[in-house]
């Protein structure tokens, strides 16, 4: 079946501008997660997604960063007036549901930020 | 304090050989889950083994098997008879029962020498 989906692949952006990534996860997967890779680093955890629930945006870097979930499937991750330190790799991972730890989650390809 | 931890920055194995990647953890949670990822040159992060901390065997997949040591705090990876195609980085994370995300640690980088 398809798995997670993220677009664009590659997105270069002057400085000062607005960007917005996207992701279409797994169909039925309930979670949904944003994470961002800087160059040679792990993962950094952004916003998290469940079902109808409030977002847990307690990985957001700063106000500039936001996302939302539409009819409970794709997800957008905004970053408005990016700065040179958002470059890096945003990932975007679905998992089939939540309320246990066991669950692991299924990542996509990710989008390259490059902010000139 | 990190909640996982990669010593390793980088690591070499010649093929066929098997190799352990280095994982230790810190949490208070008493229920947690212990993954480990592959990252090849592609980018995509690849699901490779999992390890619940209430599990009392060690976790093994294919040529993959997890060296649990709760005690320690530990969850090495061991990867058997290596493969060319094995070269990529390997992150291990860590999702506890209280938290929505996984905690990632900086990876290692293994590169199989043929």
């Known amino acids: 079946g398809a798995g997670v989906s993220q677009s664009p692949s590659n997105k270069v952006t002057e400085k000062g501008k607005d960007v917005e990534l996207r992701c279409d996860p797994i169909s039925g997967h309930t979670a949904l997660y944003w994470y961002r890779q800087s160059l040679g680093q792990g993962l950094e955890f952004l916003i998290y997604?469940?079902?109808?629930?409030?977002?847990?945006k307690s990985g957001l870097p700063s106000d500039r960063f936001s996302a939302e979930r539409t009819g409970g499937s794709v997800s957008t991750l905004t970053i408005q007036r990016t700065q040179q330190e958002d470059s890096a790799v945003y990932l975007c991972?679905?998992?089939?549901?939540?309320?246990?730890?066991?669950?692991?989650?299924?990542f996509g390809p990710g989008t390259r930020l490059t902010v000139t | 304090a990190q909640k996982i931890t990669q010593t390793q920055p980088g690591m070499f194995v010649q093929e066929k050989e098997a190799v352990t990647l280095d994982c230790t953890y810190d949490t208070s949670d008493p229920s947690y889950g212990l993954f480990w990822y592959k990252q090849p040159s592609s980018g995509e992060m690849i699901f490779l083994i999992y390890q619940g901390s209430y599990d009392q065997q060690n976790a093994t997949e294919g040529r993959y098997s997890l060296n649990f040591q709760k005690a320690r705090k530990s969850a090495n990876l061991v990867i058997s008879a290596s493969q060319l195609g094995d070269s990529a980085m390997y992150f291990c994370a860590m999702r506890e029962a209280g938290a929505n995300n996984l905690f990632f640690g900086t990876g290692t980088r293994l590169t199989v020498i043929p």
């Open positions: 997604f469940q079902g109808n629930s409030a977002p847990d």
């Open positions: 991972a679905s998992s089939p549901r939540t309320g246990t730890y066991s669950y692991e989650q299924y």
